[in-house]
Structure formats: C-alpha cells, structure tokens
C-alpha cells in the first residue's frame, strides 16, 4: 500500500522560511517525477514544483520561482521543498504527489495517482 505522509508544516512570518518534507512507503519513486501542489481555501489545487527520477530536471511554478526549491533523496524515498521569502499569498495545504509509472505533464493534478494528506503552512503578514 502505497503512503505519502508530508511534514514540516506551521506558521511562519512574511519572510520566513520553511521546509516541508513527503516520505513516501510502499513503493520506490526513484525513476520517477513527484512534484508538490499546494491548495488554499476557496481555489483549486494548484502546481507548485516537481522533480524528475534522477533530480536533473525541475519545474516550478512562476509564483514561486527563485524562492522554493524540490529536492529529493531517492535513498530514502522522500521528496522536500524549501521555501524562502514566504508571503501569505503562499499559505496553503501542501501536498505531495506521485505517479504511478512515467509522465508527461508534471505540472497537471491528473498527472499524478498518489497522494498524501497535506500539510499546512501558514504565513502571516
């Protein structure tokens, strides 16, 4: 049974940082893309940054481009995203995501099967 279980939510100031972690069991995710998608209330799920399989290729979302960074750690089978100069147009459950076998499209929601529950961050002003 496949589990993605995210961490390293909170509440943090506008200009803060934070890291939040997935770890994923079940099944390696080491040739594959996993990305994060955050969701804040009252609007969809939205793409935020994915990795391929082997980390040499990223994406990211324009809002957050130069502040977060994906990274993984295909050992361990955890996926992370470190988020700098957070604003409160950034606070959002966060969830982490994974494919059941090789995609196209890492920035769509339907790209991806799994899911994990979220995790929240919350920036205040």
């Known amino acids: 049974q496949v589990q993605l279980v995210e961490s390293g939510g909170g509440l943090v100031q506008a200009g803060g940082s934070l890291r939040v972690s997935c770890a994923a069991s079940?099944?390696?995710?080491?040739?594959?893309?996993m990305g994060w998608f955050r969701q804040a209330p009252g609007k969809e799920r939205e793409f935020v940054a994915a990795i391929g399989g082997n980390a040499m290729v990223t994406y990211y979302a324009d809002s957050v481009k130069g502040r977060f960074t994906i990274s993984r750690n295909n050992a361990k089978n955890t996926v992370f995203l470190q988020m700098n100069s957070l604003s409160p147009e950034d606070t959002a459950v966060y969830y982490c995501?994974?494919?059941?076998?090789?995609?196209?499209?890492?920035?769509?929601?339907?790209?991806?099967?799994?899911w994990g529950q979220g995790t929240q961050v919350t920036v205040s002003s």
């Open positions: 995501a994974a494919p059941k076998g090789i995609i196209s499209l890492p920035k769509r929601v339907t790209s991806y099967d799994y």
């Open positions: 079940g099944r390696t995710f080491s040739g594959y893309v």
